[in-house]
């Protein structure tokens, strides 16, 4: 069969040819658009970081390992995902409740908008953290993890933003279209680790409105003072990993302190930040997205609940519920091993930046997990995450408030029990399988 461009007519051969020249135009402006979602090179990134004495061999590392599956574990793991992919999915439509920011942020609140993306209110001042509101987590507008429920707000819905907070700068984290729109809409100052801000001025953002911060910077904005906490984990765009920082963030207002996990593996660092910068009414803890294929860089949900004491300092002696028993990297592999260290625990005799001594702060702070329902990014089922962490929280009379997706937990409320008490639904319950239920 004759193609169109060796046709004997002119005018077939003419639409041939602009046939052609359009489809490369589409393909040029879809390459172009990929490549500024990805965000800097390393090239620009590595300006910003070279100085940092947690940059060393051209890479960000920290005191623990967060080491990804080695290339049989990586093909290991993605059979594995193929195979059990429906689990992470709902059964049944989450309910979403529509965010009603207050016009003038309040003392103490949390909105979850879903995964890690939230708002935090305190004292007076307003941060929106992680914002990712995109239908899909990826460079490729319609490839990617895709929204498991709808966005409970947009972000030209929320009246004041004083700040927007980047744990680091992976695609379910650090979103280029919600940047875009942030940048339409409120013109926010940016917060981040070393490195997110090469990100950001690709995108446009100016670097007057940037803060870049090394693990234990400090800024202050609206009167609350930021700081830039240590995480087990990794970060990158494309190819090259760990270019720019990962962290969490605590902050401490005139009357109330909150923390931010950020993504991490399970770490001594969580009670070396609790005996320096603890304890906080609130903690935002990730409890999804875990499995063993890769121990060093998530937690599960019992670890996070031991992360969170050990933050607040919750115990004699601020010892976890339980210890990261993986020791040997993806145990399947014989001969492939890591180093690892005891989760959630702070070793007697282990130095910190402070010898600042705080009360114990047991049920007395709320635990408020996220980075779950929203997207499918590992293999267990979807509610497990939240349905162990109730389970652990129980048995450690830790107080864990269970927000819907979109609804606004209003700390000023009543102490952290009232409030958990208050948010306490298994809602998930509805429109999780069978299989995915207590």
């Known amino acids: 069969m004759r193609s169109l461009g060796t046709s004997d007519r002119p005018t077939v051969r003419a639409l041939s040819t602009a046939i052609e020249k359009v ?3 589409t393909r040029a402006r879809q390459f172009v658009r990929v490549m500024n979602r990805m965000g800097a090179s390393p090239a620009a990134i590595l300006p910003f970081v070279q100085d940092s004495p947690n940059f060393t061999n051209r890479r960000f590392e920290g005191e623990e ?16 995902a193929i195979r059990v992919h429906d689990r992470g999915t709902p059964a049944g439509i989450v309910p979403v409740v529509t965010a009603e920011p207050p016009k003038q942020p309040g003392e103490l609140a949390v909105t979850w908008y879903g995964h890690a993306t939230s708002v935090l ?10 914002p990712v509101f995109s239908e899909r987590i990826s460079p490729i507008r319609h490839s990617g993890p895709k929204r498991l429920h709808p966005v409970p707000g947009s972000i030209a819905d929320i009246p004041s933003i004083d700040a927007v907070l980047l744990s680091h700068d992976h695609y379910d984290h650090l979103d280029q279209p919600s940047i875009v729109r942030l940048e339409e809409t409120h013109r926010p100052h940016y917060v981040v680790p070393l490195g997110v801000n ?20 400090e800024t202050e904005v609206a009167g609350i003072r930021l700081t830039c906490t240590e995480a087990r984990h990794n970060s990158g765009r494309g190819l090259v990993d760990s270019q720019t920082l990962w962290a969490g963030w605590a902050l401490h207002g005139p009357r109330h302190t909150a923390y931010f996990a950020g993504d991490s593996g399970t770490s001594k660092r969580f009670a070396a930040i609790g005996a320096d910068l603890g304890p906080f009414d609130v903690t935002l803890m990730p409890v999804g997205a875990y499995d063993s294929f890769w121990p060093d860089i998530h937690m599960d949900p019992e670890q996070a609940l031991a ?19 993986a020791g040997v990297a993806d145990a399947f592999i014989e001969g492939d091993q890591r ?27 709320l635990l408020v997990p996220i980075h779950w329902a929203t997207f499918n990014l590992s ?12 389970r652990a929280a129980v048995e450690a009379h830790v107080p864990v408030a269970f927000p819907r997706v979109g609804e606004r937990v209003d700390l000023t409320t009543g102490d ?3 409030v958990a008490a208050a948010h306490s639904e298994p809602w998930w319950e509805q429109c999780a399988a069978p299989e995915d239920r207590d």
Not at 121 to 130: S, T, V, Y
Not at 307 to 325: M, P, S, Y
Not at 355 to 362: I, L, N, S
Not at 379 to 390: D, L, Q, S, T
């Open 23 to 25: 489809s490369s135009r």
């Open 65 to 80: 390992p967060s080491l990804r599956p080695r290339v049989r574990a990586q093909t290991s793991a993605l059979i594995a």
């Open 121 to 130: 209110e305190i004292d007076g001042a307003r941060f929106l953290i992680d």
């Open 198 to 217: 090469a990100h950001l001025l690709a995108w446009g953002v100016p670097a007057s409105r940037i803060t870049a911060l090394d693990w234990r910077g």
């Open 307 to 325: 992360a969170h004491r050990d933050v607040n300092r919750i115990g004699d002696e601020a010892h976890a519920l339980t210890e990261d028993a």
């Open 339 to 365: 180093i690892d260290t005891p989760g959630g625990t702070h070793e007697e005799g282990e130095r910190t930046e402070t010898t600042r001594t705080v009360q114990t702060a047991a049920r007395e702070s």
């Open 379 to 390: 293999m267990h089922w979807w509610a497990e995450p939240v349905r162990r962490i109730r």
């Open 416 to 418: 952290a029990a009232a």
